[in-house]
Antibody
Framework: EVKLQQSGDELVRPGASVKISCKASGYTFTNYAMYWVKQSPGQGLEWIGTIIPLIDTTSYNQKFKGKATLTADKSSNTAYMELSRLTSEDSAVYYC???????????WGQGVMVTVSS | DIRMTQSPASLSASLGETVNIECLASEDIYSDLAWYQQKPGKSPQLLIYNANSLQNGVPSRFSGSGSGTQYSLKINSLQSEDVATYFCQQYNNYPWTFGGGTKLELK
């Protein structure tokens, strides 16, 4: 069974950073890309970026360049997203999602709610 | 960026009814379109990919069609478990973009 287990909800201060994890199981981690998606009431669903763990290649939505950094650890089948210089605009639910390169997302994690507040 | 416009934004239908949701792309996306279902408090689930291919395990009452810039999701014989918000997504051109969603409720 394919499963993407994300880390827990986060409450962070403005200006700080947060790193979210997504542990994959039930498939060969390096055979798929990992996508990250933001869901907020005001902006709906937004694709943040993609990492291909096999070759450690990333691509980002221009809107999130400098905000999000994607990494992957092949030894633990875990993908990570770090969000930096957080503001209230970054408060949202963040999902990881699996897919083949340059296609749709066939499995999603359960989501991490990030709340930016002082 | 390709703009994805969904309609209607909300929809109320009765059990057993047929429902259609539309998705209009701002340019040709060559059938690189997926539909997702999101139930309250849950993550999105893939229903349809490549505009008309049914994801494994998805009930056959769901179907997708369309080409070019116009696409639709059809739900036959609406069931109570279909109450959810539905999103379209294009993966033809970066950045991948989503429609604003259609909230489906029971009448």
């Amino acid at each position: 069974e394919v499963k993407l287990q994300q880390s827990g909800d986060e409450l962070v201060r403005p200006g700080a950073s947060v790193k979210i994890s997504c542990k994959a199981s039930g498939y060969t981690f390096t055979n798929y890309a990992m996508y990250w998606v933001k869901q907020s009431p005001g902006q709906g669903l937004e694709w943040i970026g993609t990492i291909i763990p096999l070759i450690d290649t990333t691509s980002y939505n221009q809107k999130f360049k400098g905000k999000a950094t994607l990494t992957a650890d092949k030894s633990s089948n875990t993908a990570y997203m770090e969000l930096s210089r957080l503001t209230s605009e970054d408060s949202a639910v963040y999902y990881c999602a699996r897919g083949r390169w340059d296609t749709y997302f066939d499995y999603w994690g359960q989501g991490v709610m990030v709340t930016v507040s002082s | 960026d390709i703009r994805m416009t969904q309609s209607p934004a909300s929809l109320s239908a009765s059990l057993g009814e047929t429902v259609n949701i539309e998705c209009l792309a701002s340019e040709d996306i060559y059938s690189d379109l997926a539909w997702y279902q999101q139930k309250p408090g849950k993550s999105p689930q893939l229903l349809i990919y490549n505009a008309n291919s049914l994801q494994n395990g998805v009930p056959s009452r769901f179907s997708g069609s369309g080409s070019g810039t116009q696409y639709s999701l059809k739900i036959n014989s609406l069931q109570s478990e279909d109450v959810a918000t539905y999103f379209c997504q294009q993966y033809n051109n970066y950045p991948w973009t989503f429609g604003g969603g259609t909230k489906l409720e029971l009448k």
